[in-house]
């Protein structure tokens, strides 16, 4: 599967370090991944995530990395989301 | 007559659909009360009602809660005759997310509900388009796809929602295949089967956000915008407001030259020129400002600069979240404690419900106005770009929120203690041109708004006010007045600041609403004799000789204090607390006072 992105040049997320539980936070702008795990979230959160597009064999991609230590930018399915280190730290990349 | 619930996820449209079809005759601003986001107005002979944009029927944040909880009630009652559920074609899988749990709800209750499919212009324009009549198949739903901002398909969609109402059954329709729990695959297949491919959109968003999101300038980007903000207020409201200041000196002196001398043309020119006459100058600022923010509202840039805020905030208990609420303070306090409603974590919602008075509200404007034109002339700087009062005046909304900052990291850290267990996810609508009629008219309104708001307040404390200063020895005398003589009572809690009891009357009064200073002022002003200039109360003033000291002090205080009972009822509501809000008066009333004080000993 592959992340519908445009005006960036994608990383497959294969290329990229194979560090174990890879999370979307550890994603660097312009690269992109599948979902493998939601891990340590409410179910309320974890519903919410399913709800905009995070599951498991989703793919995601980071397309923005803000200043002053913002929360990154996701481009997820056909919404782009961003999510804080609290969150993105939680969904397990394969 | 017959309910329609328009529903949808945030940013769907349904706001603008909302005004296109009732003409914007809705009930805006209907404050104090907690139902300021479910507006309702006539549309044909039935009546629309507008949620709040939800993106599922499982809440997280108090106003989805708030709006799902509306929603289940409204859809088992009797009141409501059908259903219009908002889809966003350029996001069609997250709107269809909700649109299908809303879909399968409507079918178990048994109310129709039928779908808009808007932006339709947006994928036009990158030339895709959606399979309207398989996505009808499927969902076995009616849709009819719009464009809002366009106007297109409305009639169209105007006389689907006449047929819902005449012809319910036919909308009453078991929802497509599936048996309603697997909504998530089901929004994403539909998606893939019958959605544009949005890739342009979403590359033009990447493009204006690698600017505006940009490590170098970003950050930059993001002080200038705020800075234009404030600039403007000054700058493109001052033609408006020396307009009207015009208008109301010339309709002074008409007026005052048709009458006989006396009583009757002292009040007339006094309480009503001099006292309402002179608030009504600064309604232009307040226009200016509302515009402003709903431009950055309409534009898509404030969840951008949530975002960038997220971590400065959240280092004071705060969250990016907080930001749009902010924002809304500087207009109101109050529907801005409400925006507060979107932050998901109880402790940061709660700091920024006590923190938002600290936002420099539309009702100061006035006062900072009113000193700020009688201390600091009309210079400019920067190479004569910037203009000072701009300057000065940006510089007292920082105080406020650097004041802001303050106030929620100290009870942060010592006072509030709830653990915070809410993260932050925020979608980042496309960028878009704002349409120019709707600002306009929200502009508009919120001076309507003021004025009728403000106005009796304003009205009755500058009848008050010239009884008893205007009596017992007439004009001329506001010394030896009732007034007079109760201002001397109070003297001296603002002597130290070198404020006769005239500008401490005024401090007073306004702890009934904060506009209230300028009109008591000019009251006052007007019984002493200054009338020959009725709307140009700076003149006056500054006639009178305020001090730049007791000025900047006075000031401060109005950055500061919390002179609003609306805001404390509201704070009431929203924090189910007694408790809340009276601190948080008596302490802004006291930070407000010491820090006056020393702003006086330091200049
Ligand atoms: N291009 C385009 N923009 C639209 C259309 N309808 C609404 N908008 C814009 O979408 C944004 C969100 O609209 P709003 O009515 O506030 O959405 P709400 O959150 O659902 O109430 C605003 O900037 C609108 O101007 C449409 O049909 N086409």
Redesign the pocket.
Known sequence: MTVQLAGLAIKSHEETSLDAAKTMWDMARGEQGIVAALVGLSEAYKLRLNEIGVFVGAPVACVNQPPMSAPKVFQICDGIFSLDRDLADKVVLN | MSSILVI????????????RLTGMNQKVANFPGVTVEIKSSAFRRHRLI?L??TYSLQPITPDERIAVKKFHETVASDEVKGVLC?L?C?RLERSLVFGLQAQRVCQEEGVPIMFAL?????VA?IGETVDVEGLKQALNAEIRP?????K?GLDELADDLDDMIRNPDRFVREPGEGDGSDYLKRSHELHQRFGPDVRAILALQQKLDNFFLSGTFGGLVFVLIMLLLFQSIFTWATPLMDGVEGIIGWLAGQVSSGMSDGMVKDFIVDAMFGGVGSFLVFVPQIMVLTFIIGLL????YLARASVLCHRTLSNVGLSGMSFVPYLSGFACAIPAMMVARNIPSTKRRLLTIITIPLMSCSARLPVYSLIILVLVPANKVFGGFVDLRGVIFFALYFLGIVAALVVSALLSKYVIHEADDAPFMLEL??Y????LK?LLTRAVNAGKTFITKAGHVIFAIAVIIWVLGYFPYGPGNLDSSYLGIMGKWIEPIFAPMDLDWRYGVAILASFAAREVFVGTLGTMFGIDGADENIAGLAANVQADGMSLASGAALLVFYVIALQCGATLAVMRKETGSNRIPIATFVGYSLLAYLAALLTYMTF
Do not use: A, H, V
């Not at chain 2, 509202?297 to 898509?300: A, L, T």
């Not at chain 2, 878009?432 to 349409?435: G, H």
């Open positions: 949808g996820k945030p940013n769907s449209g349904k706001s603008l659909l909302f005004n507008d709040p944009g908002m966003d350029t808007n932006m339709m212009d947006d324009r719009i464009s809002t901002k366009k297109q509202e309409d534009s898509g609508p496309p878009r041109l704002p349409s709707p």
